[in-house]
């Protein structure tokens, strides 16, 4: 078992920042006519020790977000799978499949067919997000927001019985919160079609980070990705 030295101070910090996010959370969920405990926060751990999984876990976090695979999953076989839901929440590529799909719980940022297949044919028990880039930006991974398109991909998955669970998107890296709103909404009511075209049923919408969490909760986030805000700035 894992026994890491956690930093002095580090666990009160972490556990203030968290009850400000919840707060804050819980305030915008209220404001849009939702239960706060609807939303749950997932503590973005790139680039940072083991230690501060720990420390998330030890504040009630349950879902540790990392970006790399390879990182992710050192950190991982450390502390054991058990220890959290961790997701793979960066860009997926097909060559670390076959880790992804032994490490994490969740492969959150799904972004072409090719991964999806190749998800199946290692016959994974995981977990599904589909990343849609809703703001447009050519900078960002992700399915075109095009309903039409995405029923045929979602179609896809289904038919190779993976369990999506829902989707995820990066908003706008601006702090107009007008287009922030637009693309969170823009990803809810995408999630809302296929629901009614393919009769699933599509719960997680992963939306929001430490700038821009409570425009994502307004429009209907299930899960912020809040990495900054939790542990201060990171390192490369």
């Not at 076959?98 to 016959?123: G, M, P, S, T, Y």
């Not at 990343?131 to 896809?156: C, H, M, Q, Y």
């Not at 702090?175 to 809810?188: C, E, H, N, T, V």
């Not at 629901?195 to 899960?223: H, K």
Request: aromatic share 4%; hydrophobic share 40%.
């Amino acid at each position: 078992m894992y026994k890491g030295v956690i930093m002095t101070g580090l666990l009160d910090q972490v556990k203030e920042n968290i009850e400000t996010a919840l707060a804050e959370i819980a305030a915008a969920a209220l404001r849009a006519g939702r239960q706060p405990e609807d939303v749950s926060i997932m503590a973005v751990t790139k680039t940072h020790p083991a230690e501060y999984i720990e420390v998330a876990a030890k504040c009630g976090i349950r879902h540790i977000g990392e970006n790399r695979i390879s990182e992710g999953g050192r950190k991982i076989g450390l502390l054991g799978k058990e220890f959290a839901e961790f997701h793979a929440i960066g860009v997926l590529h097909r060559k670390e499949v076959r880790q992804a799909v032994r490490d994490f719980h969740w492969l959150d940022a799904v972004h072409k067919v090719e991964i999806i297949e190749e998800i199946a044919r290692r016959n994974a028990s995981v977990q599904i997000l589909l990343e849609i880039n809703t703001s447009g930006e050519s900078a960002k991974k992700g399915f075109p927001p095009d309903v039409v398109l995405l029923e045929s991909v979602l179609g896809r998955a289904l038919e190779l019985k993976l369990p999506v669970r829902g989707f995820l998107t990066v908003g706008p890296l601006c702090g107009d919160s007008a287009r922030q709103r637009k693309a969170f909404s823009d990803l809810r009511d995408i999630r809302d079609s296929l629901e009614t075209r393919l009769n699933v049923s599509l719960p997680e919408l992963s939306m929001g980070m430490s700038d821009d969490f409570t425009q994502a909760v307004l429009e209907g986030s299930t899960m912020v990705r809040l990495g900054r805000r939790l542990f201060g700035a990171r390192g490369n």
